[in-house]
T-cell receptor, first 117, second 111 residues
Framework: DSGVTQTPKHLITATGQRVTLRCSPR?????VYWYQQSLDQGLQFLIQ???????AKGNILERFSAQQFPDLHSELNLSSLELGDSALYFC????????????????FGNGTRLTVT | ELKVEQNPLFLSMQEGKNYTIYCNYS?????LYWYRQDPGKSLESLFV???NGAVKQEGRLMASLDTKARLSTLHITAAVHDLSATYFC???????????WGAGTKLIIKP
C-alpha cells in the first residue's frame, strides 16, 4: 500500500459529461501529480501541484483542470468527455516539489479507470 | 528537451535466463527511477539511482546508472514468471520539476 488514495476506482460515463477524480496523498507529502495512461500506453504527465500551487504542466487538455486544496488532497476535473479520454488516471505524491532533494520516488495510487461510452 | 528511450519495448523470455533492459536519456541528469507495473495495476517503485556508478539490487533485479553515458540498465538474473510486468524508467529533468518517462518495457517470462 503506497498510502496514496484515489477515488473512485471505476467510473463509467457518457460522452459530453463531466467527472471529478479525487486523490489524497501520502501523509507528509506536499506534491501531487496526475498522470493519464491509455490502454497499452505509457504514462502521460498531466499536471503537478506543490503545497496548493500549480508547479508544472504537461499534456493537459483545456477541458481538464485540477486543483490542490489546503488539506493537500487534489481533484482532477474532466469535462466535455470524449471516447478518447477513456484511460487509467493515476495520482502520485512525493515529499518535495521536484528541485532539491529527490531521493524519494513518486508514490502512486491505484488509479481511477475511466470509461467513456 | 530531455528525452528518455527504453529498449526493448517488448521482451519475451524463458524462465532461468538473464536479460537486460536499457534506458537512455538525452540530457544531463543524476537521478533515475525504475518502476514496475502489473497489468491494470499501480506503479511500484523499484529503484532510485542518485549518482554516477550507483548500483542497487533487489532479489533477481539489479539496476545501475552511468550518468556520463546517460544510460541505466535493469538486469534480470535467472528470470522467474513472477517478474512478468511492464518496467518503466523515469529521469528527473531537474529543470522543470518533471520526471520524464520511458515508454516502458513489457516483459513476459514463460515457464
Amino acid at each position: 500500500d503506497s498510502g496514496v488514495t484515489q477515488t473512485p476506482k471505476h467510473l463509467i460515463t457518457a460522452t459530453g459529461q463531466r467527472v471529478t477524480l479525487r486523490c489524497s496523498p501520502r501523509s507528509g507529502d506536499l506534491s501531487v501529480y496526475w498522470y493519464q495512461q491509455s490502454l497499452d500506453q505509457g504514462l502521460q504527465f498531466l499536471i503537478q501541484y506543490y503545497n496548493g500551487e500549480e508547479r508544472a504542466k504537461g499534456n493537459i487538455l483545456e477541458r481538464f483542470s485540477a486543483q490542490q486544496f489546503p488539506d493537500l488532497h487534489s481533484e482532477l476535473n474532466l469535462s466535455s468527455l470524449e471516447l478518447g479520454d477513456s484511460a487509467l488516471y493515476f495520482c502520485a505524491s512525493s515529499v518535495d516539489g521536484g528541485l532539491g532533494d529527490r531521493d524519494s520516488p513518486l508514490h502512486f495510487g491505484n488509479g481511477t479507470r475511466l470509461t467513456v461510452t | 528537451e530531455l528525452k528518455v528511450e527504453q529498449n526493448p519495448l517488448f521482451l519475451s523470455m524463458q524462465e532461468g535466463k538473464n536479460y537486460t533492459i536499457y534506458c537512455n536519456y538525452s540530457t544531463t541528469s543524476d537521478r533515475l527511477y525504475w518502476y514496475r507495473q502489473d497489468p491494470g495495476k499501480s506503479l511500484e517503485s523499484l529503484f532510485v539511482l542518485l549518482s554516477n556508478g550507483a548500483v542497487k539490487q533487489e532479489g533477481r533485479l539489479m539496476a545501475s546508472l552511468d550518468t556520463k553515458a546517460r544510460l541505466s540498465t535493469l538486469h534480470i538474473t535467472a528470470a522467474v514468471h513472477d517478474l512478468s510486468a511492464t518496467y518503466f524508467c523515469a529521469v528527473d529533468s531537474r529543470s522543470n520539476y518533471q520526471l520524464i518517462w520511458g515508454a516502458g518495457t513489457k516483459l513476459i517470462i514463460k515457464p
